[in-house]
């Protein structure tokens, strides 16, 4: 390349194509009629595309490619809307407890763990005392039945002691309970969940109860059958089962 970098030729052409940027486009021309006029076209010295061309440094930058690079300084790629933008996928929220243990108990209890549905949280945001009498009802259940529970004149199938057990053993044991009482058509059950000085397993456990929709009614034993301490568990009677 030479050092005046253009030919007297290619330097009148370049000026000739400057003015015509300079003027924008011709509006009065049947081809402009529905073109936007232009603003005037600020192009780059013959010293800026030298200082681009050394930069380059490629023996494919010709006159040709450097008067191209000042035809096209200062235009903006236009953006093509035919491309289509990724979209972004929702991630499906996660059931919360109560969907959860409605599924297990829909599955049954070989296919379903009900402890898959139980919010331990849930369960410890709302403390009892370890002297308190737990007492819980479904609201179709009749208050005959709820009363004959209380006084402990509805007989227990079966009972676990949970005593010393972690959270994680107590919650699996409970619902192992529950499962086996369904599986053999029992109706009522007996939880030992002791008191302690935080009852923080009585907590759990009247937590737990509450989310599970296989649990009719329930409330602290009477004092033969453990007191304060235990709960029985009054549980749905299974489809099917008889009178």
Same mark, same amino acid.
């Given at each position: 390349m030479s050092n005046s970098l253009f030919s007297k030729e290619? +330097? #009148? +052409? /370049? &000026? =000739? %194509? &400057?003015? +015509? /940027? @300079?003027k924008g486009r011709d509006t009065n021309s049947p081809e402009g009629e529905n073109q936007k006029p232009t603003e005037p076209v600020s192009l780059p010295t013959q010293k800026q595309v030298k200082k681009t061309v050394k930069q380059l440094d490629s023996e494919h930058i010709d006159d040709d490619k450097v008067l191209f690079m000042q035809a096209m300084h200062g235009v903006t790629q236009l953006e093509d809307k035919n491309v289509r933008s990724p979209v972004t @996928? *929702? &991630?499906?929220?996660k059931p919360d407890a109560t969907t959860l243990s409605k599924r297990a108990a829909a599955q049954g209890s070989e296919s379903g763990d009900l402890s898959a549905g139980l919010s331990d949280m849930q369960a410890l945001l709302n403390p009892v005392a370890s002297e308190a009498y /737990? @007492?819980?009802k479904q609201p *179709? %259940? +009749? $208050? &005959?039945?709820?009363d004959q529970l209380k006084k402990g004149k509805l007989r227990w199938y079966d009972a676990? #002691?949970?005593?010393?057990c972690t959270i994680e053993e107590a919650r699996a044991a409970m619902t192992q309970l529950l499962s086996q009482a369904k599986a $053999? $058509? =029992? *109706?009522v059950v007996k939880i030992v969940h002791g008191k302690g000085s935080e009852a923080i397993l009585k907590t759990c456990v009247n937590g737990w109860l509450r989310q599970l929709p296989e649990v009719l009614a329930f409330c602290s034993a009477s004092p033969k059958d453990g007191g304060n301490g235990a709960v029985l568990v009054l549980l749905k009677?299974?489809?099917?089962a008889g009178e």
């Open positions: 290619m +330097q #009148d +052409q /370049l &000026k =000739e %194509l &400057k003015g +015509q /940027l @300079s @996928s *929702t &991630k499906a929220g /737990l @007492s819980y *179709t %259940l +009749q $208050n &005959k039945i709820f676990v #002691d949970i005593h010393g $053999n $058509n =029992e *109706t009677k299974p489809k099917g």
